[in-house]
């Protein structure tokens, strides 16, 4: 499989089509991760990514982050198998009974709006429970995103036993919710509308640390 290599920081300084490709992040670490950076006043969120690992211990999905807020938008995978972890601005939600497997692709939806303060999960397709977090107040500033650590700071404070260890693939974050039907074909993985905010077949990112960047594997079920 051709891949490559990227041990120390490189940027794409012009977006890059990423359609086939995935991230991978192959050891634990307290470093290495995917940083990309927004400046948006988001009322609503729905972030979508596809994910594998074998991890059995808690590690991070995605993690978005202000100055003054570390967790404002965290997507958190816990150690017991069936559950996942929803922070935004800094208020949790835990989501159980859902369906993951461990070496098996997955895709995994997360949506949230000011207005009502609602967060849910879909996993592979399936919706959790609807669940209240943060309402009143947008995600408003200058935004980093890692991929693979955990952010307890803005940009930093990461731990090695929350990194990810596995692969990551078709990333893309709207400002706005997805709806169920937009969410099916997310998984699906077809017709629906790439993401506003972050779109995986236009992608500006900047790579730290040991992450490569390979060939999709067949992903069917």
Known sequence: MLFFLLLVTSCAATPQNLSGKMFTFPQETNTAHVRLTSSQNLQAVTVCLRFFTDLKRHHSLFSLALPSLDNAFLLFKSANLDSFQMYVRNTAANFEGLDFK????????ATWDAA???AQLWVDGKPSSRKFTSSGSNINGPIIIALG???DSHGGGFDVKQSFVGMMSDLHMW?????????????NGHGYANGNVLNWNSLEFQIIGRVLIENQQ????
Do not use: M
Not at 102 to 109: A, G, I, P, R, Y
Not at 175 to 187: A, F, G, H, Q, V
Not at 218 to 221: A, E, G, M, P
């Open 102 to 109: 461990l070496n098996k692709w997955q895709s995994v939806c």
């Open 149 to 151: 650590q955990e952010q």
């Open 175 to 187: 400002d706005y919710k997805l709806s169920p039907c937009e969410i099916r074909k997310y998984t």
């Open 116 to 118: 009502s303060g609602l």
């Open 218 to 221: 067949n992903t069917c079920q």
